[in-house]
């Protein structure tokens, strides 16, 4: 069996942190909870608007790895690096300001000056970011994404899900983004009961499997919703994953 894992390793003192772990760029957008305007992706779907509001939806930005000796921060777009920070941030409200809607991040490596220095800081590189996909600075624009260049750059954006400003916004009061990892609980259910949630999402070492899409799905008949077919490939692994972008048939073609 081939693949690999990333486990991570406690950082030190009190910090829960690990370095190393599978790490994951997550922010709360607003959105048109409208059925009329907004899009079904939001509006049915029953894993979003749990909070009560009608208008906000939490999505994960982007997967990030991370060496064995590096963890990933956020800091807001005014904020200076310091060994304490928490997990989120807020974007630059300044409209005119050439960061706006912007933040930072923080690729911090214990390889220290060896590897690199910003603003003082050794092993520390900073990196202005945005999660709107027409920036310049957008997370899959000034991230590593070339796995050859990991052990030099400490860091991988593995996956990047892009969400058009205009759909889904982020608002710029308050820590609407962060930085986040799998937890120290395990699962009951998993089939490996001292699996912990943080390693669990490292475990990149199982056999390859045909990809598939979700249910295509009934329309509602009373409050159910019937799963009809999905379409599944014959190849194995990546290839076959993003060989196909779009599908489309007719029922009566049987298709």
Known sequence: MLGFKLSGSAVSGTDLRFQGATQFIV???????SEVFGLPIFTDNASFFTTGSS?????????LFAASDTRVMVLSASETFAG?????????????????????????????????????????????ASLNPSSDDYIAKVLNT??????????????????????ATIPTTGDMV????????TSTTSGDTTLRFRDAFGRFDTRYTTPRTTWFISQPFGQTEHPLFYFEAIDDG????????NLSCKLESKC
């Not at 208008?55 to 997967?63: K, Q």
């Not at 070339?146 to 759909?167: C, G, I, R, S």
């Not at 962060?178 to 609980?185: D, E, F, L, M, Y």
């Open 146 to 167: 070339d796995p050859d260049k990991f052990e030099t750059e400490k860091h991988l954006l593995y996956a990047d899900f892009a969400v058009d400003d205009e759909l």
């Open 55 to 63: 208008s906000e939806v939490y999505l994960v930005r982007g997967v």
């Open 178 to 185: 962060g930085v986040v990892s799998g937890s120290a609980n």
């Open 238 to 245: 990546q290839y076959a994953n993003r060989k196909y972008k």
């Open 27 to 33: 922010a709360k957008h607003t959105v048109t909870g």
């Open 84 to 128: 304490t920070l928490d997990d989120f941030a807020a974007l630059d409200a300044g409209i005119t300001s050439q960061t706006y809607k912007k933040f930072k991040l923080a690729i911090s490596s214990s390889a220290g000056s060896a590897w690199t220095t910003t603003d003082g800081v050794a092993g520390v590189r900073i990196l202005t």
